[in-house]
């Protein structure tokens, strides 16, 4: 076998994707960011029918690049929380709003190999349209993302996606300087609310998009 690495993964992804249609979940596995953009674009998105759309922050999904196809697509209303032309109060407002949008699209920070999603957000907008709100969920997640189970995913999240966060957006928070969580009281943090999904409600409402390539943190 010239390139066992994509085999490899192919099989824990199959694994885990049984694991999240059981927990009512309806997941699809993409080989690519590319193959993902499309399946979403074309398939996924068109099914739903949604009339408006909105996201959380996620670089799994602005690495697809479909957030570019969908805030140019005349189909859709789109409520883009990523405007930075946004003030601080429109942003807080929007994302209130996106919460009855007809389709939230973020990732996850984590999914188990028992297909539990495990998320830590700062503000928990995200986290609260994962939820309950938005009629649609769509999440792209990056095989980099799964776990062993919910413990490894807490770990994960503490002390490798929230400190990589804390650089990326040079939050003050002292994880950002020592790679790992220091259970701060900063200012700046970003882990303020825990959420655990174990199951789609109602079923398949939460989507998910498998992709076998590394992507985000």
């Known amino acids: 076998m010239d ?3 994509p085999t490899y993964w192919t099989i824990r992804l199959q694994r885990v994707k049984k694991a999240l249609d059981a927990n009512n979940f309806d997941v699809y596995i ?5 193959m993902a953009k499309k399946l979403a674009y074309d398939t996924i998105i068109p ?24 805030k140019n697509d005349p189909r859709y209303t789109v409520l883009d929380t990523y405007d930075k032309g946004l003030s601080p109060e ?6 209130r709003e996106a919460l009855l949008a007809d389709l939230f699209i973020s990732g996850t920070n984590a999914v188990t190999e028992t297909g539990h999603l495990v998320n830590l957000d700062m503000i928990g907008n995200r986290v609260a349209a994962l939820t309950f709100g938005p009629k649609h969920v769509l999440l ?7 776990v062993a189970d919910q413990a490894a995913a807490m770990a994960r999240i503490k002390n490798y996606a929230a400190p990589v966060n804390v650089m990326r957006l040079e939050k ?15 200012p700046d943090r970003i882990c303020n609310t825990w959420t655990i ?16 390539e590394d992507m985000g943190f």
């Open 3 to 5: 390139n066992p690495i």
């Open 140 to 146: 792209f997640i990056g095989r980099n993302k799964l």
């Open 197 to 212: 999904t174990e199951k789609s409600f109602p079923k398949q409402r939460i989507k998910i998009v498998l992709i076998n």
């Open 47 to 70: 099914a739903m029918a949604p009339k408006t759309i909105s996201w959380g922050g996620s670089i799994t999904f602005v690495g697809t690049r479909l957030y570019e196809a969908l």
């Open 172 to 186: 003050k928070s002292p994880c950002g300087k020592t790679g790992r969580c220091e259970n701060c009281s900063s």
């Open 30 to 34: 993409a080989d690519n960011k590319d």
């Open 90 to 95: 429109q942003s807080v407002q929007l994302r």
